[in-house]
């Protein structure tokens, strides 16, 4: 603001001198006369400080168009990213129904899509919520799948929802069997997100890498479903029983989607 007050003034004092200047005789101008001694120099700064007055007016209103296109870039690609996040996540959703819709054509069972809207925070428990219930045919002692394998059981049923317990959890239990040896055991949750297959005696040949599948046995979850893998066999000195632990084949971080068996294993 000061240098535009100065700017002003130094060309209202070129204006008066110009005009005082006009006046005057020519012979006023002659060598070494005081007139123009005095004007030139205000002429030249007058000059200088417009044209520097011009150029920040000029970078000015560039930098501020600089600044709203630049706002328009971001917005614009803001709204691109989303656009590209909302189509990854439809690709990602429908490769997950094709997914479970083949799962289904394979079911000889009938079965009821569902969606896991919540999971139970406590680390003692390891349930989820899916958005169907008694309205929809859910029942208490219903299996829980997905293509993967077994997911679990419900365990608590209202009209528009129910509870699932995963089989990763320590109260679950799954009647099931190496698929190569068919030794039977019991699955139960164990740490860390893994299982445990209980109750396999220890004559039975049981290997890392083992396929786990269920036997049909418990009547709630269908034979020859796909529990997990065997990660680790200790065979104790003493007992009868050997201590292995499974990876099962579904991922309950990531789970969104399961089938519940509404119909009965018999």
Known sequence: MVMIVGVIVLIAVNIIALSLSGRRDPSYYGPGGVGLSLIAPIQKIVTRSIGFAKDI???YFFLVMAAQQNDIYKKNLSQAREKDNHY????LSNTRLRNLLNFQKTMTKQVLAAEVIGKDPSPWFKTVIID???YDG???GMAVVIPEGIAGQVTAASPRYAKVLLIIDHHS???ALVQKTRA????KGGTEGQCVLKYVLRKHDVAVGDRVVSSGLDGVF???LAVGKVASVVRPSSGIFQEIRVTPFVDFETIEEVFVVLSSNN
């Open 88 to 91: 990854k996540e439809l690709e």
């Open 173 to 175: 239990a799954v009647d």
């Open 57 to 59: 007016w000029t970078h």
């Open 132 to 134: 169907k219930g008694s």
């Open 138 to 140: 859910v029942e208490n």
């Open 222 to 224: 269908p034979k020859g």
């Open 184 to 187: 039977r055991g019991i699955i």
